[in-house]
Nanobody, 111 residues
Framework: QVQLVESGGGLVQAGGSLRLSCAAS????????TNWFRQAPGEEREFVAG???????YYTDSVKGRFTISRDNTKNTVYLQMNSLKPEDTALYYC?????WGQGTKVTISS
């Protein structure tokens, strides 16, 4: 069974950067796109970015040009590099593949 474990969240000032990691176990190849979602307090969970096994990427408009999703298939890990962070990026960030979700990692951006 696939498990996803996120890490890398934290508290940074606006304009700063963070890199989130999503480590997968229980499989070596995924036919699914690996996604990052986020959920701010009182808000619905929203799609942030996704990457296929071959490296095709997808982004929501609000993070284009600031966030970069990448993957290292040798490490079964997907990364989300987040630059120029804004207070509105504050949320719990989740990794997802198909019906599998990680536990989330908290990102807080101070103004």
């Amino acid at each position: 069974q696939v498990q996803l474990v996120e890490s890398g969240g934290g508290l940074v000032q606006a304009g700063g950067s963070l890199r989130l990691s999503c480590a997968a176990s229980g499989r070596t190849v995924s036919r699914y796109v690996t996604n990052w979602f986020r959920q701010a307090p009182g808000e619905e969970r929203e799609f942030v970015a996704g990457i296929s096994w071959s490296g095709v990427t997808y982004y929501t408009d609000s993070v284009k040009g600031r966030f970069t999703i990448s993957r290292d298939n040798t490490k079964n890990t997907v990364y989300l590099q987040m630059n120029s962070l804004k207070p509105e990026d504050t949320a719990l960030y989740y990794c997802n593949e198909g019906t599998t979700w990680g536990q989330g990692t908290k990102v807080t951006i101070s103004s």
